[in-house]
């Protein structure tokens, strides 16, 4: 059975710019005519209007980001977001927006040099971040609503790259992740999704001055033994590092040390 690393990662950026025009107005179908005031387990204090105020403001924003090209970080958040007055219309008001997204997504140069909190200093970074924040959304919609979401197995996979390539970045707003280190214990992630029988696997090490995402070994090289190990489907690795899910449930295939799993878990999900 072969074995990649993040082989094809991150896909082509017109990918990004459908999926998020899908996505946004799935989630938009999903909330329009749900109560507003549902609780949303995965996003704590959090109603279904205020998870929907909070997808089309931030998209919002970062098509602010793109239209200007910002090339150091913002000090405000302020954007003309026109949020209706009735918290009923908040679904329509999402939906509203994607012609103007999709408009600064085709008009943006991917490869235009700007800031980003994460490890990609380039436009196409905040296409990728837009789907991911989008969909992971969807599926906190759906669930607070008893519905059983469905993930595409690509875009799951390039989810589960993007998290862990930008997580060493993200302690500008998870400080929990500046306070992830070992002793050199490695993680592995692996996606079983692959028709040709590839397991598609990300492997993290933790040391004593923080965290990182490994390379890709070598054809030839066999990867050392992990201290613990994840093994599921594309979708299910992405909920479970975004801590939608537990690595308990049956979904998942563990091996190795929990303590390193449960250490990983405390210190990661945002």
């Known amino acids: 059975m072969a074995t990649t690393s993040r082989a094809g990662h991150p896909l082509p950026y017109d990918t990004y710019r459908k ?9 938009a179908e999903v909330v329009k005519g749900a109560d507003p005031a549902t609780a ?11 998870l929907a105020q909070h997808v089309g403001a931030l998209q919002r ?11 150091e970080p913002p000090r405000s958040r302020d954007v003309e977001l026109g949020l209706p007055e009735r918290v009923a219309e908040y679904a329509d008001w999402v939906a509203d927006g994607v012609p103007g997204v999709a408009a600064v997504l085709r008009d943006t140069d991917p490869q235009a040099a700007m800031w980003a909190w994460g490890e990609d200093q380039h436009a196409r970074f905040w296409a990728r971040r837009m789907l991911f924040e989008t969909l992971v959304h969807r599926v906190d919609a759906e669930r607070a609503l008893g519905r059983e979401p469905g993930i595409d197995d ?5 989810g589960v790259d993007e998290f862990l390539v930008n997580l ?13 280190r070992g002793t050199g214990e490695t993680l592995a992630f692996r996606c079983t999704d692959a028709a040709d029988d590839t397991v598609e696997e990300w492997r993290v090490r933790l040391e004593p001055d923080g965290f990182r995402l490994l390379p890709r070994a070598g054809a030839d090289a066999a ?3 992990a201290q613990a190990a994840v093994r599921g489907r594309a979708a299910d690795l992405l909920l479970l590092l975004y801590g939608r899910r537990s690595y ?3 979904a998942f295939d563990v091996s190795g040390e ?8 405390a210190h990661t999900a945002f």
């Open 258 to 265: 929990r303590t390193v799993l449960d250490h990983w878990f």
């Open 19 to 27: 999926a998020i025009e899908r996505e946004t107005l799935l989630f």
């Open 248 to 250: 308990e449930e049956s």
């Open 154 to 158: 690509a875009l799951a996979a390039d």
């Open 61 to 71: 924003w970062f098509s602010a980001l793109l239209t200007r090209l910002v090339q």
């Open 168 to 180: 060493p970045y993200a302690g500008l707003f998870a400080p929990a992740v500046t306070k992830l």
């Open 223 to 225: 990867p050392a033994e």
């Open 40 to 50: 949303v387990p995965c996003c704590p204090d959090w109603t279904v209007a205020e």
